[in-house]
């Protein structure tokens, strides 16, 4: 099935979680939508930007905003029907790049946070030092009513750590075993009831068989990425 669509992905900022986007459209593809020869799957474009560190170094961040502009005026060249980054905190950027184009820029933390089935009672917001302090997810939760913790700033530098380990290549194991070890100093001290995984890298680190719902960015992205292609409205 080949509906002359194209997905773009402007990726990178960490390539692991470029990858493991990447997969994921290709297994949900063969899972809900019956991709099992090669004109079935969807046509995507993925460019990895090595952008430099403009996530913890804000003074980087105009250097990497040129660079991504520059990316999103290809897309257009290459005809990308939509458009999303995967990354959190790159989305401080998405009212600028934006203007670089008429295809639509998918917003990974709208989709996050439209999938949240919200009973009123808090979720943890696991995110880059950097998203947090913005308030990025903060912003759009609040807007959709959805009540949350931020983690306290003592724990920030452990969140930055668990990211760049992923991006550096660690042991999974023992980063899994950090993270969970942090999710639950919050669940044994506050009445959370599940948590947003607000950057890319998390998920990667992050039990699938958690006993609290887990928001995961990069499958809410890859859902909403492949109902746009397959025009599905529910999986």
């Known amino acids: 099935m080949n509906n002359n669509k194209i997905i773009g992905i402007i990726g ?5 979680a470029s990858l493991a986007l990447y997969e ?7 899972k809900y939508y019956g991709a099992n020869e090669n004109h079935k799957y969807p046509e995507i474009i993925i460019d990895s930007v090595p952008v430099p560190d403009f996530i913890s170094d804000q003074s980087k961040q105009e250097e990497a905003a040129v660079m991504l502009e520059k990316r999103v005026q290809q897309m257009n060249i290459m005809k990308a029907n939509f458009i999303t980054i995967s990354c959190n905190t790159a989305c401080i ?3 600028r790049l934006q203007k670089q184009t008429t295809i ?3 917003s990974i933390i709208d989709e996050v946070t439209s999938s949240i089935h919200s009973d009123h009672t808090p979720i943890l917001l696991l995110a880059s030092p950097t998203s947090l302090q913005l308030g990025l997810y903060q912003l759009t939760l609040a807007r959709q009513g959805i009540p949350y913790i931020v983690p306290r700033n003592r724990d920030f530098r452990e969140i930055e750590y668990l990211i760049r380990s992923v991006i550096q290549g660690k042991d999974k194991r023992m980063l899994e075993h950090k993270i969970v070890r942090l999710v639950e100093r919050y669940r044994t001290t506050t009445n959370m009831k599940g948590l947003v995984l607000g950057c890319t890298e998390l998920p990667l680190i992050f039990p699938a068989n958690y006993p609290l719902p887990s928001y995961n960015s990069l499958s809410i992205l890859a859902d909403s990425l492949l109902k746009r ?3 599905k409205e529910e999986l």
Do not use: F, S
């Not at 994921?24 to 063969?30: G, K, P, S, Y």
């Open 12 to 16: 990178g900022m960490g390539p692991q």
């Open 24 to 30: 994921l459209l290709i297994l949900r593809a063969q």
């Open 93 to 95: 950027l998405l009212d």
């Open 104 to 106: 639509p820029i998918i």
């Open 229 to 231: 292609y397959y025009k």
